[in-house]
């Protein structure tokens, strides 16, 4: 095999949860290197239509949603992506069926993938105590509050997530998630045979 990375995540079906409001190169960019890797992304919202990106405080494009999150079925999801933005995330955490969505998918141990605003949907769905994190530097207190260990670094891996910062960190970002949904993956395929 030339390229160890090539196709990695061949077969895999990765939820990304987000509404209106997202830092677009948090979705735009992991979905790049996610697909590169061969997996299949599938962008759920609780609305049906576009959803409006953000690039900090300026608009960005529009993207196309896939399947209404209330119409999604997490079995039928290998693991999850959350984007950033503080509009979308803070939106995103009173959704229940984004709650039950994340909820299913830590239970089931498959990977979660979180990036700045992201860990907010993981708090309100009661999953971070325990655990350690990172997040934009402004929730911490809120990660904190709900018992969970925050650290500020490019990159924390705690069993099946991984989180990140900001945008500057998506490089490192991309390629511990490749990493965990690589190994995720490899488990799967084990368990199956």
């Not at 790049?32 to 409006?52: D, F, I, M, N």
């Not at 992506?81 to 503080?86: E, H, K, T, Y």
Request: charged letters at 25%; hydrophobic letters at 40%; one cysteine or more.
């Amino acid at each position: 095999m030339a390229n160890k990375h090539h196709k990695k995540l061949n077969g895999m079906r990765v939820a990304i949860l987000a509404t209106n409001g997202f830092e677009q190169a948090e979705l735009e960019e992991p979905r790049k290197a996610l697909r590169a890797a061969g997996a299949e992304t599938v962008l759920l919202s609780p609305k049906t239509g576009t959803l409006q990106g953000m690039k900090h405080d300026q608009k960005g494009s529009e993207f196309a949603v896939d399947m209404k999150l209330q119409d999604a079925n997490p079995e039928e999801f290998d693991a999850v992506l959350l984007p950033g933005g503080a509009q979308n995330a803070d939106q995103l955490r009173v959704e229940e069926a984004a709650k039950r969505f994340v909820q299913a998918i830590d239970q089931a141990k498959k990977p979660i993938a979180v990036i700045c605003h992201g860990p907010w949907l993981l708090v309100s769905a009661g999953l971070v105590k325990g655990r350690e994190l990172t997040s934009y530097h402004t929730i911490q207190s809120d990660i904190r509050n709900a018992g969970c260990k925050w650290t500020d670094q490019e990159t924390v891996r705690d069993k099946n997530w991984v989180s990140s910062r900001q945008p500057d960190d998506i490089p490192a970002f991309n390629k511990a998630m490749i990493e965990l949904f690589g190994e995720a993956r490899e488990g799967a395929a084990t368990s199956r045979n």
